[in-house]
């Protein structure tokens, strides 16, 4: 929703930055959760992810942050680079 409808929405409806540099996700508790897993999924559409009150017990720290090294990093480098 928010990648196939909410961001094509604004960026016809508002004077705002296209591309991933002039964007960002942001949320609170389990929308920080959210925020943090869009962002990182999608680094070819956000240039950051901000995350208040995230809820820490529904997160496997050690699978995510390997994770995000292994998978998610080198895609966040490389669509900084295209």
């Known amino acids: 929703m928010v990648r196939d409808e909410l961001i094509p929405q604004v960026e016809r409806e508002y004077p705002v930055s296209k591309g ?4 960002a996700i942001a949320g609170l508790s389990m ?3 959210q925020s943090l897993y ?3 999924n999608h680094p070819e559409r956000f240039g950051c992810a901000d995350v ?4 820490w017990t529904e997160i ?3 699978y995510d942050l ?3 090294r292994d998978e ?3 895609r966040v480098e490389e669509s900084a680079h295209a």
């Open 20 to 23: 991933r540099a002039g964007r």
């Open 31 to 33: 929308g920080g959760a």
């Open 38 to 40: 869009i962002g990182l």
């Open 52 to 55: 208040s009150d995230l809820p």
């Open 60 to 62: 496997d720290f050690d």
């Open 66 to 68: 390997a994770r995000a």
């Open 72 to 74: 998610i990093m080198p």
